[in-house]
Nanobody
């Protein structure tokens, strides 16, 4: 099974950018669909983005479309989330997750392995 660890979170002003990373180990990274989710205090977990095995296909949640970009480098066992034009409502704990599904999916119940999360705080 694969283990994933997120990094790159922090405090940023509205309009700024951050890049999150997710390092995977213990499995064949290139055989997992990967996704990013987030959860703000008092809210349900929300789908952010997902990417296919080879990175050819991506899918985004409506709230981040056009601002965030998901990517992966299989040779480095690493997943990324480039976040631009950040807004205060993007404040949340961001989670990286791996799915054994063969197609990209926005549903958290399709993901089998989760990281501990990294905090992103956007100030106004």
């Amino acid at each position: 099974q694969v283990q994933v660890v997120e990094s790159g979170g922090g405090l940023v002003q509205a309009g700024g950018s951050l890049r999150l990373s997710c390092a995977a180990s213990g499995g064949t990274f290139s055989r997992y669909v990967m996704g990013w989710f987030r959860q703000a205090p008092g809210k349900e977990r929300e789908f952010v983005a997902a990417i296919s095995w080879a990175g050819a296909r991506t899918y985004y949640g409506n709230s981040v479309k056009g601002r965030f970009t998901i990517s992966r480098v299989n040779a480095k066992n690493t997943l990324y989330l480039q976040m631009n034009s950040l807004k205060p409502e993007d404040t949340a704990v961001y989670y990286c997750a791996a799915s054994q599904k063969v197609t990209i999916t926005p549903y958290d119940f399709d993901y089998d392995y989760w990281g501990q999360g990294t905090q992103v705080t956007v100030s106004s």
